[in-house]
């Protein structure tokens, strides 16, 4: 008599396996139904919680190839030991994803205004913006702006965001930022003179950002009344390495490059 194998389905049939993965806390996935990606904060009953990265919670069932770990499909299953510590959070305060790998570059841009404006928006929102797909240049000064804007040509598929330093009502700076008018184009822009202001004075280790002059070069004068060598490049750096996360900004940045990103990306 011939033998047969239990399962009589023909081999061109049959689903590959895929692995299995323990649920560990801040593992992160998508669920292959909805496509809903987030970290894994609770594993309990056949389920899974995960927390996207704006904090929104859902609960799913632990089905067999029901989720994706970078694009393919995986089996959850509850973790047998002490899952490993891993950082829950990214610097700007997303949830961070461990492991995945930066998205291709949309065509839409954030522009900010300077190269220290940039450095500082790589080290907090730098793990955010690779997975989002969103480069970030700078300008060199603001008067740019306009044909800037033309050279790039926005379009619904090709957003452009800018950050603009010191947007004050009645600064040059909104006098040239209203003559861009494209629904395609987000202008903002924070209060600060330069956007070293925009980083905590206590993070830095001094009691307040000093009143410099009006007319003389802002960086300039707040190296000489903090006694710093007269380096400004060397200051920024300085500056730079107190910054470890977005609790020592400014909120009035903060929400402004948070701002931007949400623009750029949207569908």
Sequence with gaps: ????????????????????????????????????????????????????????????PMEPRGFLIDGRPVTLVRPTGPAQARPTRTASGSVAVPGTRARVARAGRIYVEGRHDAELVERVWGDDLRIEGVVVEYLEGVDDLPSLVADFA?????????????????SKESRIAAQVTSLDVLVVGHPYIDVWEAVKPSSVGIPAW??????QDWKTGVCHALNWPANTGAAWQHILSRVHSYKDLEPALLGRVEELIDFVTAP
């Design 1 to 60: 008599m011939r033998s047969y194998q239990p399962d009589l389905t023909p081999p061109w049939k049959r689903s590959a396996p895929v692995p299995e993965v323990p649920a560990e806390r801040d593992l992160v996935v998508e669920e292959a139904g909805t496509g809903f990606c987030g970290a894994v904060i609770r594993c309990e009953a056949g389920t899974v919680t995960l927390e996207d990265r704006f904090g929104k919670h859902r609960v799913f």
């Design 154 to 170: 926005p379009a619904p598929d090709a957003r452009l965001g800018v950050l603009v330093d010191h947007l004050v009502p009645g």
């Design 210 to 215: 000093p009143a410099v002059p009006r007319g």
